[in-house]
């Protein structure tokens, strides 16, 4: 779980970058002064970029998310075998292993949450404009 965390947090840094060199760039052409037509052309092309940067990290948040629901459909098929267990039949160990994946699924369930809200912030605020 921690590497989804960590994965979480390059992509948020990722994002931060990408949003302070687009930044960086709008600075140095509005220090430019430019007064042709090529300025109207040089922000078209800087809206592009931004669209397509926030397209990409949807999609790899939402790869993302979707993978979490994949983890939580693997556990919840290890959690069959508890269907089969008796009142009589579970000894300690069995119950202490559905536990841990009880305590999997609701971090693969935190994880995916947290995931879609970043998403569903708008883009300027989840760190692309």
């Known amino acids: 779980m921690t ?3 960590d994965m979480l947090a390059d992509e948020t840094t990722h ?3 990408l949003v302070t060199v687009i930044s960086q760039i709008r600075r140095l052409i509005d220090g430019a002064s430019l007064e042709c037509g090529c300025r109207t052309r ?3 092309l800087l809206l592009r970029f931004e669209s397509l940067t926030a397209r ?3 999609k790899r ?3 993302q998310a979707r993978r979490q629901r994949r983890r939580i ?3 919840m098929e290890l959690l069959h075998e508890l269907d089969e267990i008796g009142y009589g039949d579970a000894d300690r160990s069995v119950l202490v292993e559905a536990r841990l ?3 999997d699924i609701a971090e693969a369930a935190l994880q995916g949450a947290r995931l879609l809200n970043v998403a569903a912030l708008p883009s300027s ?3 692309v404009r």
């Open 3 to 5: 590497r989804e965390f």
């Open 15 to 17: 994002d931060e970058n």
């Open 42 to 44: 040089v922000d078209e």
């Open 56 to 58: 990409q990290r949807e």
């Open 61 to 63: 948040i939402l790869d």
């Open 73 to 75: 459909a693997t556990i």
């Open 101 to 103: 994946l009880f305590e």
């Open 125 to 127: 605020k989840a760190g």
